[in-house]
């Protein structure tokens, strides 16, 4: 249902980025009178932000319960203050101390350090309604005191305030809080501290207390969806006076690192084409391919029905690729990283070196185990990590059990997109089902692809023969010869030589390839 | 400023949170005086706290409404805040007179 819905929105980003990539480059310097922005530390957020949060002014972030408005606020917070040397003042009305150290701690930092060393204060407040009688008139000089202390005695310059809506449980006077709220925040301001506000969402509201009024610079949206049990999350910036910024949803992840967040920001088909090829590791391969191999920077599509040796042929393409003293990543979506070993052991590829001196990563991840958008930020992240220039995807097609297709191609083309922005050459290996659905699969991704190999089997009298065919290969003289080839204990080794059609005719079956995958 | 009027312990211990001499200030200490010194003679304390020169103490007995009266003993703690113009109210926050 979704994928209908996303597929033409990723089309606009699309057409818009296009649309301002080369007009701001050329109004640049005179046209853009940049705001000053504090960085958040946050990977892909500072992109969608284009710098970061507005310096100085207030930024509200709400979303519902359990979206990781906190974990960011406190991101934000930590960060500054560790990377980039601006202290910082928490005030929670909700949590305890021992949560937040405990989030703080998630992130790979040590709040009582940090609280020790004065880079970081934090205040607790709490409001117990039931402990509290209002008669007459007051205001909440008490919550500015505070405030104003622990940023005299940090020197902060960065406020969280997580989530003040709290207070409209706590005290009932609601004009008076929404008059103090309206004077705390130009209070803020006037301070010249950068601050996040969390808030709760509310129904028909971007905030239950409608806080939305009275934190006017920037609102950032956070959302926790979930859809055929698959849980994703999402953020959104609703508004940022003064500054561009992506409109999008973007997906974001929360792991072991903290939060990263996906910016569609590549869709612009700007990436370079280099023309330095690299090896397939099979020789025969590389002579089919105008005797170079793959362009580097391109993307291969090698598609087959099963055991037709998809996975071999990107072992003998990371394998050559760390021969060269590359460095590979390997993205698994059906085996164990051991299960590949072994079985490319095999057939004589020992990939085990490689990975002992770190040249090659593993990363296998059940296609179910999140939805396609948390895929894609957990690859990116890796990929950020890790900076290969080689990228292997096995099988893709694992994915299609998680979303439809036109998902999985929307997916596929961010993936790919980014992977080629960064220059890396990746290979998707794809399963055919079999031979009627061969063209199915394919089609969604295959305009993507700079090459395309596709692998069959073929029963011909009682013996069982594999044969390869190169069905496109952008950008070079590709020979069009179907080739069979054996996987020996020494690899994948080709039967027939490029180019020699004669002997190729010889068995009809494979050479033609027609009842293999027409 | 302590305010003691008290023959041996004291029962009501009393503080009184104020930001500067506002006229709010000034108000509920006035509004304060009264009331204690017709149900509470003789049997109360009051401290009075001014934020601005002591801001630490704001959080100890975590202040956010200016002026709040606090009621540390006799426990539960309870606390008031406003210009304490409303008697009743403030009575029945002292615990004096049962809430209807």
Known sequence: MCAQQRSPASVEVAATEIADGPISAVLSPPYRHDLPKAPTGIRGLDEITRGGLPKGRPTLVCGGPGSGKTLLALTFLVKGAVEFDEPGVLLTFEENGDEIADDVASLGFDLPALIKTKKLSVDYVRVERSEIQETGEYDLEGLFVRLNYAIQSTGAKRVVLDTIESLFA???????????????????????????????????????????????????????????????????????????????????????????????????????????????????????????????????????????????????????????????????????????????????????????????????????????????????????????????LDPVTNLMTVGTHSDVQAMLTRMIDHLKTQNITAMLTSLTPGQTELERTETTISSLMDTWILLANDAVGGEHRRGLYVLKSRGMAHSNDVCEFILTDQGLQMLQKAGAADEASASPDIATGRTGWS | MVVKKSNGVAQYQLRLYIAGQTPRSIAAFTNLKTICDEHLKGRYELEIIDLLQKPLLARGDQILAIPTLVRRLPEPVKKIIGDLSNTERVLVGLDLRPSR
Request: contains cysteine; neutral net charge.
């Open chain 1, 170 to 392: 706590g005290l009932s006077n609601d004009g008076i809080l929404r008059a103090e709220l309206r004077r705390l925040f130009r209070w803020l301001k006037d301070q010249g501290v950068t601050a996040v506000i969390t808030a709760e969402r509310g129904a028909g509201l971007l905030t239950r207390q409608g806080l939305e009024e009275y934190v006017s610079d920037a609102v950032i949206l956070l959302d926790h969806r979930v859809l055929d049990q698959v849980s994703t999350r999402r953020l959104r910036v609703v508004k940022y006076r003064g500054s561009y910024h992506g409109t999008n949803e973007y997906p974001f992840l929360i792991n072991t690192q903290g939060i990263s967040v996906l910016p569609v920001s590549s869709l612009a088909l700007q990436h370079e084409a280099p023309m330095d090829r690299v090896s397939t590791g099979v020789s025969h391969l590389d002579e089919m391919l105008s005797g170079k191999g793959y362009y580097r920077g391109s993307t291969i599509l090698v598609s087959g029905t099963a055991g037709t040796g998809k996975t071999s042929l990107a072992a003998h393409f990371l394998d050559a690729a760390c021969r060269r003293g590359e460095r590979c990543l390997c993205f698994l979506f059906e085996e164990s990283p051991q299960q590949l070993l072994r079985n490319m052991r095999s057939i004589g590829i020992d990939l085990e070196p490689w990975v002992a001196s770190g040249l090659l990563q593993f990363h296998a991840d059940r296609p179910s185990r999140y939805g396609l958008e948390t895929h894609l930020v957990a690859m990116h992240t890796v990929v950020a990590d890790f900076k290969p220039t080689v990228a292997v």
